[in-house]
């Protein structure tokens, strides 16, 4: 009886390690090690549903894409462009804060979430991360040329019932950046906004 307990409990242990790691996998982009979207989702609708409990306004997001990848994967191969991801990823994840959460969206986009953060602390979190990823990339040997960002940077609002008009939001100040000539921030904080 106490060898099939002790058996039982190792098998017990072993299935709730296995789930771990499923939940790890399913929640984290393999090239990068960087949350992916699927856990960028959640955590928002967690933020959300917080902010309902607490009435307090609750995160930013940025939104940020590297100028011109497509012509890294065109002229030195996908090999070189993924490189370019996992060196953006790790010049992201060493310049946010310990509570901002940086995911890889998709492709060359990447998503930070700043909770309890101002307007005016995401955009000068942004502005670094520009200035990072320009920076890393002049020292690397993957491209004879520096890399560059375009960033999109919104804040949520109390009011707000979902995620959906802040990514929104970011996205729209994400292609104004790139509209106005790339590399560079624009923040957009209402819709519409000129």
């Not at 399913?26 to 699927?38: H, Q, S």
């Not at 955590?43 to 100028?67: K, N, P, W």
């Not at 490189?83 to 959460?101: N, Y």
């Not at 942004?126 to 999109?152: K, M, Q």
Request: net charge positive; charged share 25%; proline share 2%.
């Amino acid at each position: 009886m106490s060898g099939s307990n002790r058996d039982l409990r190792r098998q017990l242990a072993r299935e709730r390690a296995l789930v771990a790691a499923l939940k790890v996998e399913a929640t984290t982009d393999l090239l990068t090690g960087l949350r992916n979207r699927r856990y960028a989702t959640t955590e928002l609708a967690r933020l959300v549903s917080r902010g309902r409990r607490e009435s307090v306004a609750l995160y930013a997001i940025l939104m940020l894409d590297i100028d011109r990848f497509k012509r890294v994967n065109d002229r030195y191969g996908h090999h070189a462009g993924d490189e370019v991801l996992i060196s953006v990823a790790d010049a992201l994840t060493e310049t946010c804060r310990a509570t901002d959460i940086v995911t890889r969206w998709g492709g060359e986009e990447f998503l930070v979430i700043c909770p309890g953060t101002s307007p005016e602390d995401a955009l000068a979190l942004a502005h670094r991360l520009r200035l990072c990823i320009e920076l890393a990339s002049a020292g690397g040997t993957v491209l004879p040329w520096c890399l560059t960002a375009s960033v999109g940077v919104s804040q949520s609002f109390s009011f707000e019932e979902s995620y959906e008009g802040v990514i929104r939001r970011a996205d729209a100040a994400l292609y104004r950046a790139k509209n106005q000539g790339r590399n560079r921030v624009v923040q957009l904080l209402v819709e519409n906004a000129a």
